[in-house]
């Protein structure tokens, strides 16, 4: 089991311009996450799905958009960059039920110059 | 505003000290997660504690979750280089929300 993966590992671009991360797990979980990482401020939650098919807000939706493809995937997409979404983001899944252990991917470094 | 308070942020040690990480809210949850995170990594779950007063022990670590379930501790007792990382604590009620972290650092 691969767990959760997420591409690309890096990623650097200009403002205005628009990119999707990607996010897929394997382990058959309902619920996904996007959560962005920035230097003494955690981990805030950007756009969740509890179940495929569902996508709600979180605290920092703002320029932001989701789409669950289908239960394994749930891609994250930037659609006119602003060097504010600078930021290291991860995904995230989990079962699905209350406080079950969430899952994290690796991480996505993105610059916007 | 964090809805959850970390403290401190950041702390350097000796090997073979003992510390203890705080986190605080005034909000109340159905439980709380400690979770560890690695440079270049996401962060991994380390322990769940979901009665108010509850103790856990993992090893070296000793994780405590208030009685009125607004704050946890993390305790962790003759600290090792492997310890490093950042420490962060997330309070569940309906979604996950995360305290800012303390960074770790211990020094052989």
């Known amino acids: 089991n691969a767990g959760v993966t997420q591409t690309p590992k890096f990623q650097v671009l200009k403002t205005g311009q628009s990119m999707t991360l990607q996010c897929a797990q394997d382990m058959n979980h309902n619920s996904m996450y996007w959560y962005r990482q920035d230097p003494g401020m955690g981990l805030r939650l950007i756009y969740y799905s509890a179940s495929e098919g569902t996508t709600d807000k979180g605290e920092v939706p703002n320029g932001y958009n989701v789409s669950r493809l289908n239960k394994r995937e749930f891609s994250l997409r930037l659609e006119s960059a602003a060097p504010s979404q600078t930021s290291v983001y991860f995904c995230?899944?989990?079962?699905?039920?209350?406080?079950?252990?969430?899952?994290f991917g690796p991480g996505t470094r993105l610059t916007v110059l | 505003t964090q809805l959850l308070e970390q403290s401190p942020q950041f702390l350097s040690i000796q090997e073979g000290e003992n510390l203890t990480v705080y986190c605080n809210s005034s909000?109340?949850?159905?439980?709380l997660q400690w979770y560890r995170q690695e440079p270049g990594e996401g962060p991994v779950l380390l322990v769940t504690?979901?009665?108010?007063?509850e103790v856990k022990k993992l090893k070296r670590l000793t994780f405590q979750f208030g009685d009125a379930r607004k704050d946890s501790s993390l305790h962790i007792t003759a600290a090792q280089p492997g310890d490093t990382g950042l420490y962060l604590c997330?309070?569940?009620?309906?979604?996950?929300?995360f305290g800012s972290g303390t960074k770790l650092n211990v020094k052989p």
């Open positions: 997330a309070g569940v009620f309906n979604k996950f929300y």
């Open positions: 995230a899944s989990n079962p699905g039920q209350g406080y079950n252990e969430q899952f």
């Open positions: 504690v979901v009665t108010g007063g």
């Open positions: 909000s109340v949850f159905s439980s």
